[in-house]
């Protein structure tokens, strides 16, 4: 069972999505997710496949699911990313077929989850995947193409990689889902960039060099932020702005609201918690005090 069938015994909504239920597991989603795209173990495996630039790999390993697209449908898909960062990723197929770019994905996912003893018990594992599975059986794709690029991949063996692949699926549907948000804003791809970095949340200098806006664009962005009072003559974000970013992100939980339904409220919470363990193992590492020094932030 992936995308197609629900199990007998899947648990069922409580009634109304909890707004705030729907941003916390959010939250635990993307942090658990999030460790890929700074372990060393990633970068060792795309070497293997014959790329050691860290921005094309990125680009293969999260596109991988989508199979050999051409580079400007990672662009669709990413968003926020400029032309110029992601016409680099344009061979990445011709060192190795995206099938060997998912599996050695997941490959890295698993070394780097026992390198810092991720440990689940078969108990906890069966309880999440309980909860995760029928989210990504019962979610509706349409529009969100990262998120079923994911669902179809066939599953692991390795259990727990199975289950952060599963993650990966919801934290990929809220990407997507956000996506649509931000365009019904006006925010294009390299506004919601300079809008993001503004209110903290990425820094701009990792964005700059992840992203590879020029000065141009980036400034003609933030004069359309400016002109719209989200910023004001300094780039600095303005209380409309702060409101704008947090109502974009309201709008994006309205959405996720229906992904979760399938398990309502606790079964939520309940899942955010069942996945602690990911992030707090990395957290204990100290990796994430270094995400402003890394260049391949997702």
């Known amino acids: 069972m992936h995308l197609d069938t629900l199990p007998d015994d899947a648990p069922t909504g409580d009634g109304p999505m909890d707004l705030n239920a729907v941003r916390d597991v959010s939250r635990a989603v993307s942090a658990?997710?999030?460790?890929?795209?700074?372990?060393?173990?990633?970068?060792?495996?795309?070497?293997?496949?014959?790329?050691?630039?860290?921005?094309?790999?990125?680009?293969?390993?999260?596109?991988?699911?989508?199979?050999?697209?051409?580079?400007?449908?990672?662009?669709?898909?990413?968003?926020?990313?400029?032309?110029?960062?992601?016409?680099?990723?344009?061979?990445?197929?011709?060192?190795?077929?995206?099938?060997?770019?998912?599996?050695?994905?997941?490959?890295?996912?698993?070394?780097?989850?026992?390198?810092?003893?991720?440990?689940?018990?078969?108990?906890?594992?069966?309880?999440?995947?309980?909860?995760?599975?029928?989210?990504?059986?019962?979610?509706?794709?349409?529009g969100k193409v990262l998120a079923a690029a994911n669902a179809s991949v066939a599953l692991p063996p390795d259990p727990l990689v199975a289950l952060w692949q599963q993650i990966t699926v919801a934290r990929e549907w809220r990407g997507d889902a956000h996506l649509v948000v931000l365009a019904d804003n006006g925010l294009g791809p390299c506004d919601c960039l300079v809008l993001h970095t503004a209110t903290g949340g990425l820094p701009t200098a990792l964005a700059r060099a992840t992203r590879r806006w020029d000065d141009e664009e980036w400034s003609a962005a933030t004069a359309r932020l400016v002109a719209r009072g989200w910023l004001d003559s300094h780039g600095v974000v303005t209380d409309a702005g702060s409101a704008a970013r947090e109502r974009i992100e309201v709008e994006?939980?309205?959405?996720?609201?229906?992904?979760?339904?399938?398990?309502?409220?606790?079964?939520?919470?309940?899942?955010?918690?069942?996945?602690?363990?990911?992030?707090?193992?990395?957290?204990?590492?100290?990796?994430?005090?270094?995400?402003?020094?890394?260049?391949?932030l997702a």
């Open 32 to 142: 658990a997710h999030l460790f890929i795209y700074l372990v060393p173990e990633t970068a060792e495996e795309a070497v293997e496949l014959g790329v050691t630039d860290r921005g094309p790999a990125y680009l293969a390993f999260r596109s991988a699911a989508m199979g050999a697209v051409p580079w400007q449908v990672t662009l669709a898909a990413f968003y926020n990313f400029s032309p110029r960062a992601v016409r680099a990723m344009a061979d990445v197929w011709d060192a190795a077929p995206p099938e060997r770019w998912q599996a050695a994905r997941f490959l890295a996912a698993g070394r780097a989850m026992r390198r810092v003893n991720v440990h689940f018990t078969d108990d906890h594992l069966a309880e999440a995947r309980s909860l995760i599975d029928p989210v990504v059986a019962g979610a509706d794709y349409a």
């Open 252 to 296: 994006t939980d309205e959405h996720c609201a229906a992904l979760w339904a399938p398990i309502g409220n606790a079964g939520a919470r309940r899942f955010a918690s069942l996945i602690t363990p990911i992030t707090s193992a990395f957290t204990a590492t100290g990796m994430f005090q270094t995400i402003h020094e890394q260049s391949d």
